[in-house]
């Protein structure tokens, strides 16, 4: 037979566990696995835009816009849905009018990879600042000089790049909008408390006072 702790039996508490290393191990791969995806992900597309002379990233926000407007027409319907569709037409329709086209280009690219990137990992950790710094310096020391030599491929691109860069707007707005409403409510019903409180108080006094 085994021999217990004299501690353990006496007090009847039992051993706690020792944490295993394999589990903060497996947590490191996993993280370091992500990051990897991340990179690789990132050098296939850049190396499929300079093949077919096409920025497939910007094709990410639009399939985040189809997702959008679905969502608003199955939980707000179809006038809210439209009405969301046709702002963000118009905003898309101002980027392209409004911002030069290197600018334009080089936004929504930046945008595409440090939202990718943000989005997915969800905390601000030193190799998420890394890589968004690597995607910026990437864009504006190689991607941003390049523009001039590809006119069909900006042609192409830039109703796409427009989309990338309006669609944010929209949705910060959006965002926005929805955090100073519930501010709002917020606000109106600390009021409506407080008054229901006072009217109460008032009450107590008065039946009090009699």
Known sequence: MKRRNAGDCCTGKPRRPLKRPGKIADGIYASIFMYLKFFLVWALVLLADFILEFRFEYLWPFWLALQSAYDCYKFQGLAFSIFFVCITITSDVACY?????????????????????????????????????????????????DLKSFPFHLDLCRPFAAHCVGYPVITLGFSFKSCISQRFRLVIGISLIDSLLCRTSAKLDFLVFI
């Open 97 to 145: 009018l409004f911002i030069p086209v290197q600018w334009l280009m080089f936004t929504a690219s930046t945008y595409v990879w440090v939202q990718y990137v943000w989005q997915t990992e969800r905390s601000s950790c030193l190799p998420s600042i890394l890589l968004s710094f690597l995607f910026l310096y990437i864009e504006v020391g190689v991607r941003l000089r």
